[in-house]
């Protein structure tokens, strides 16, 4: 069977000081008897032939190991619901305090292959630091070998792209370092996830995220080797802001503010269009919004309804305004918490909006593949 895989929202992470992740520190608390359900439901999910190959992938946020996020009493139920399904592969992820020999053996009397993924991140103490992971390499490479001890199976993350010097040389140090003290290596597309400061680090243009053709790129070297997973896309990457303040003025503030500048760096580098939207309408923005809620807006959806369904569905409505080009999908925040009076602009800021406004839809236009183009 292929890999059955379950999501574990088990609380807070321990540490949760990691620059790079916002997984641990949204999470609320769960009960004992919240988790119980969880894994019940999750099992029952399983095929449970006896003759079947059944492996399983938990993942959460922080480690499985850790007994705030997964109690002693719901870890040895794992364990239970293991041997009942007759699991046969189990991959589970930690970090390096929390893996102990007696944690390790309660998960070995599954009778299963036990798999341990910890995310080193770097082989490089100097970078676990300026990431603020919370260990050295040494405690990586001590928990590796207890791994390997208890005849179990290492699996390290190493995140491609962190936010310092040298990442090329960083990141090939990092893999043939890993390679010495792992069975697995997953290479992970570093993106921002919201509540993270490499969030922060992005707005303030001080770091970007690769797409996935320059992700692939920078990991060609590797592609081919068996012990070597290439992951472009960790989880579905959409910007998302804390900050909901409305963005109310005309100038060169509120036409390259941070917001609409991270939120076009997603639609030209990130973003893919619906298959099936091949005929792009580009549409004036409304002074209400949502767009799709201004008169104007209602009376083009009104005349766009009267055709056949397959005409209306293959139509991309694309708006252009201050913050720059904005597909229908994204007409809320921040894209409904702005206003630009068109009576304050003059003649120096009418040639900036041209100049931004032209360039952000040449960008758009090149990431993207339309047959026919309108214009209202």
């Avoid at 008897?33 to 095929?47: C, H, Q, S, T, V």
């Avoid at 619901?81 to 592969?89: D, F, L, M, V």
């Avoid at 690769?210 to 790129?217: P, V």
């Avoid at 003649?347 to 593949?369: C, D, G, H, M, P």
Wanted: one cysteine or more; glycine letters at 4%; charged letters at 30%.
């Amino acid at each position: 069977m292929e890999m059955a895989t379950l999501i574990l929202n088990s609380g807070q992470c321990s540490w949760g000081k990691c620059i790079f992740c916002g997984y641990g520190k949204i999470y609320k608390k769960r009960t004992n008897k919240e988790l119980r359900e969880i894994l019940d439901k999750f099992f029952a999910g399983i095929n449970t032939g006896d003759n079947e190959d059944k492996k399983i992938k938990i993942f959460g946020s922080g480690s499985f190991f850790d007994e705030k996020q997964i109690p002693k009493e719901i870890f040895e139920y794992f364990v239970e619901k293991c041997r009942e399904n007759k699991i046969s592969e189990i991959y589970v992820e930690s970090r390096p305090e929390f893996i102990t020999k007696e944690k390790i053996l309660c998960l070995k009397e599954t009778k299963a292959e036990i798999n341990i993924a910890i995310g080193l991140e770097s082989a490089s103490d100097r970078i676990l630091k300026t990431i603020n992971k919370g260990f050295k390499v040494k405690d990586f490479e001590k928990s590796a070998n207890l791994i390997h001890s208890l005849n179990c199976k290492v699996r390290t993350y190493l995140l491609v792209n962190l936010p310092v010097k040298n990442r090329k040389a960083e990141l090939e140090k990092s893999v043939n370092y890993a390679l010495n003290f792992s069975d697995s290596i997953v290479l992970i597309n570093l993106l921002p996830h919201e509540n993270s400061e490499i969030f922060d680090l992005w707005i303030k243009g001080e770091w970007k995220f690769l797409n996935k053709e320059e992700f692939f790129g920078a990991v060609n070297n590797w592609k081919n080797n068996e012990k070597i997973e290439l992951d472009a896309e960790t989880f579905k990457f959409i910007p998302r802001f804390r900050d909901t303040k409305i963005l109310d003025g005309v100038g060169e503030e509120f036409l390259t503010h941070p917001y609409f500048e991270v939120w076009q760096d997603y639609l030209q580098r990130w973003y893919k269009k619906q298959a099936n939207k091949d005929i792009v309408l580009f549409l004036p923005c409304s002074a209400k919004k949502p767009y799709s809620e201004s008169e104007t807006h209602k009376k083009i959806l009104d005349v766009l309804r009267m055709l056949d369904r397959d005409k209306y569905n293959s139509i991309h409505h694309v708006m252009i305004s201050n913050p720059g080009v904005i597909p229908r999908e994204f007409e809320n925040f921040p894209f409904n918490a702005y206003n630009w009076d068109e009576k304050l602009e003059n003649e120096f800021i009418k040639k900036r909006y041209i100049e931004v406004t032209k360039e952000r839809i040449r960008a758009y236009l090149k990431s993207q593949k339309y047959n026919e183009f309108f214009v209202f």
